[in-house]
C-alpha cells in the first residue's frame, strides 16, 4: 500500500530564517506531487505541483520554491522566511488516471 | 474566475440526526467530485467521490448527491456521531489536468 510522510509536524521560526519541508511517497512510482498552503480556519491553496523529477510548476507567486530531487520525493523551500509564510502545509500525491488526492499529516510553521 | 463554494460555514447538528453539506460550483466542465474531512490539526481524509456521468453514491452512513442543472453537489452524513465533527471540503476537477480546486471548507460540531 502507498503511505505519504511529511515533516516535521510544527515547526516555529524567526522571520528571515530558511525553510525546508520534506515529502515522501511510499509504496508507488511516478505519482504526481503536490504542495498546498492552508491559512487558520481557510481552504487549501495549491503552492506547487510536479509530474517528475525536476519538473515543478508554480501555482502562486511568492517567497517559497519547491524541488523534487527524486521520484518520490518533494521539498518545500525558502532562502528567507515572511510572516506571510506562517500556515498549515500539506504534501499531497495521486497518479494521472485517477484525481483523487492522498493527503500527508501536514506541517504547522509560525513564523515570529 | 471558476470557484467552488459552499453556502454554510458551520452547521450545528445533534447527535444522532442526519447532516446535509451543501456545496456549489460553477465550472459546467467538471467531471468529477470529491469530498474530504479535516480533523483539527491533521491532513483531509477522502470520505467520497462521484463522477459526473452519475447523480448518486453511497458509502458507509455517507452519500453524495450531485445535480448538475443547478451544479450543486452535497454530501449526506447518516446518525452524525461526534467522531463526525471536522471540516468538510468538497472539490471538483475543472479538466485542467489532475488538479483539484477546493471549496472553502464547512465546520460539522456534532452536539450530544
Known amino acids: 500500500s502507498q503511505t505519504i510522510h511529511q515533516w516535521p509536524a510544527t515547526l516555529v521560526q524567526p522571520v528571515g530564517s530558511p525553510l525546508s519541508l520534506e515529502c515522501t511517497v511510499e509504496g508507488t512510482s511516478n505519482p504526481n506531487l503536490y504542495w498546498y498552503r492552508q491559512a487558520a480556519g481557510r481552504g487549501l491553496q495549491l503552492l506547487f505541483y510536479?509530474?517528475?523529477?525536476?519538473?515543478i510548476s508554480s501555482e502562486v507567486p511568492q517567497n517559497l520554491s519547491a524541488s523534487r530531487p527524486q521520484d518520490r520525493q518533494f521539498i518545500l523551500s525558502s532562502k528567507k522566511l515572511l510572516l506571510s509564510d506562517s500556515g498549515f502545509y500539506l504534501c499531497?500525491?495521486?497518479?494521472?488516471?485517477?484525481?483523487?488526492?492522498?493527503f500527508g499529516s501536514g506541517t504547522q510553521l509560525s513564523v515570529l | 474566475g471558476e470557484s467552488v463554494g459552499l453556502h454554510l460555514p458551520t452547521l450545528s447538528v445533534q447527535e444522532g440526526d442526519n447532516s446535509i453539506i451543501n456545496c456549489a460550483y460553477s465550472?459546467?466542465?467538471?467531471?468529477?467530485f470529491i469530498w474530504y474531512k479535516q480533523e483539527s490539526g491533521k491532513g483531509p481524509q477522502f470520505i467520497i467521490d462521484i463522477r459526473s456521468n452519475m447523480d448518486k453514491r453511497q458509502g458507509q452512513r455517507v452519500t453524495v448527491l450531485l445535480n448538475k442543472t443547478v451544479k450543486h453537489l452535497s454530501l449526506q452524513i447518516a446518525a452524525t456521531q461526534p467522531g463526525d465533527s471536522a471540516v468538510y471540503f468538497c472539490?471538483?476537477?475543472?479538466?485542467?489536468?489532475?488538479?483539484?480546486?477546493f471549496g472553502t471548507g464547512t465546520q460539522l460540531k456534532v452536539e450530544l
Open positions: 510536479s509530474v517528475g523529477i525536476g519538473q
Open positions: 465550472n459546467s466542465a467538471s467531471d468529477y
Open positions: 499531497a500525491w495521486n497518479w494521472d488516471s485517477n484525481e483523487k488526492l492522498f
Open positions: 472539490a471538483e476537477n475543472p479538466r485542467k489536468g489532475n488538479k483539484l480546486t
